[in-house]
């Protein structure tokens, strides 16, 4: 389906986390009205999804939800609507609210469910609240989706495993879709005076990558697919990105060690069966996947190339790299 993407950056927000910095990340500034969504919807000509996103949509005042989400109900038929917000905003009251227009999806900023880095972060609740948030999403009948984080402040790559299972039980087989962000250290922003004054170290792009490679295999294990790795490049966010593991393409490093865990977990030393439509997972970005690959087994990224048969299917397999001790390293440059 068409998607019309509208940022309400930062409304209604119940306070600021020490990361943000909506206007910056999707490069808008003006806040679009009732009457522009409206509009918006009423010129579509086509069945369109649309999403909400930069903002805390349920912490709105109810009439402006309602006046947001009718402006929705002037495009064509089977068209619907998805928003993220904030996980202190999703009384039953809300739920039933929105529960009368085609909403497709309630996407909730996670970020992590580990207290002390919810604290730091300055997100205002705890992991348990925020999963009992999921839980009414889902109660309630809606496709829910978690947008998490990773390299926050105090966050270990063991507990963003954890937040996962976390989720995953709560999801109990309905659906819940993921996001995966990595914290960017943004200018103008709370993180970037700890940054500057050295009280937050982010990881690398390398180290960035793995991790998320991990929690996607990780999310494939658990059954819960993951839509988005990595924030939507802008030139905007290109200019204020201070530090962090920030990478144009960061989804398909990530996807890249994905695949080169699961290759090394199904073989240490090969050879390998991968479909030809991954190749460029491990040949792109010059051979970030396969250098990845080489370093864990050991082998020179010529011989693993060599190693690898490009017809083939990887198929399925049973264990968790992470937890089985793998690791990559991998200079970026
Ligand atoms: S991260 Fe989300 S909840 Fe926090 S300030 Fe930004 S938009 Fe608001």
Known sequence: MKRLPFFLSMQSCPRRCIYCHQGE?????????????????????CPTEICFFGGSFTCLPPDRQK???????????????????????????????????????????????????????????????ALSAVERVLDAGFHGGAQMMIGLPGQSEQSSFEDLRRLAAAAKGRPLTLRIYP??????????ELYRKGDFVPPDVDAAALWSGRLLVLARELGIPVQRV?????????????????????????????????????????????PGRSRSLLTGHRQYGLRLLAGMTGLSPEETGRRIDFAGDIGVYGNTPNERGIDGTLSWE
Not at 183 to 192: A, F, K, S
Request: glycine residues 10%; negative net charge; contains cysteine.
């Open 25 to 45: 990340i999707t490069g808008t500034f003006r806040i679009p009205s009732p009457d522009d969504v409206e509009a918006a919807a009423a010129a579509a000509d």
């Open 230 to 274: 990595g924030l939507q490049e802008s030139e905007t966010l290109g200019r204020s990105v201070v530090a962090g593991p920030h990478h144009p393409a960061f989804g398909e490093l990530a996807r890249a060690a994905e695949l080169a865990l699961t290759l090394a977990v199904r073989s240490s030393l090969g050879p390998w069966q991968v």
């Open 67 to 129: 006046a947001y989400l009718n402006g929705v109900l002037k495009a064509p038929g089977g068209s619907t609507v998805r928003l993220s917000t904030h996980p202190e905003c999703v009384s039953p009251a809300i739920l039933r609210l929105l529960g009368s227009y085609p909403v497709s999806m309630i996407e909730l900023g996670i970020s992590s469910l580990d207290d002390h880095v919810l604290s730091l972060c300055n997100r205002g609740y705890s992991g348990t609240e």
């Open 183 to 192: 914290c960017l250290v943004l200018r103008g922003t709370p993180l970037e």
